[in-house]
């Protein structure tokens, strides 16, 4: 199972903009789908981003209209990093954000498809990194 971590959380004003990183100890992800996720107290876990494997094609997928045409998701050239850009953060993109690679038990490679990003679809999990977008 994958130790993943993310980093680059922070405190930001409304407008303002973060890029996280999700890497796994210099090992390749590259044939891994990533999930991003955020989560806050007392709600669900809401998927944001995910990228298919590149064997499965590697194209990245967004999942809430709300952050549609502000978060984009990416792989490092390396295939060791997966961030998540986002910019003209709003008060409502604060939570906790995770990163997960699929469970290899679904399938050696994953295509994000479908309308939602399911958690249940991803196995192995960061410790999450915090976002707080206020003024």
């Known amino acids: 199972q994958l130790q993943l971590v993310e980093s680059g959380g922070g405190s930001v004003q409304p407008g303002g903009s973060l890029r996280l990183s999700c890497s796994a100890s210099?090992?390749?992800?590259?044939?891994?789908?990533i999930g991003w996720f955020r989560q806050v107290p007392g709600k669900e876990r809401e998927g944001v981003s995910c990228?298919?494997?590149?064997?499965?094609?590697?194209?990245?997928?967004t999942y809430p209209d709300s952050v549609k045409g502000r978060f984009t998701i990416s792989r490092d050239n390396a295939k060791t990093t997966v961030y998540l850009e986002m910019n003209s953060l709003k008060p409502e993109d604060t939570g906790t954000y995770y990163c997960?690679?699929?469970?290899?038990?679904?399938?050696?490679?994953?295509?994000?498809?479908?309308?939602?990003?399911?958690?249940?679809?991803?196995?192995?999990w960061g410790q999450g990194t915090q976002v707080i977008v206020s003024s």
């Open positions: 997960a690679a699929h469970d290899k038990s679904r399938g050696e490679y994953y295509h994000c498809s479908g309308n939602i990003l399911n958690p249940s679809h991803f196995g192995s």
């Open positions: 210099g090992l390749t992800l590259k044939n891994y789908g």
């Open positions: 990228i298919s494997s590149l064997s499965s094609g590697g194209d990245p997928a």
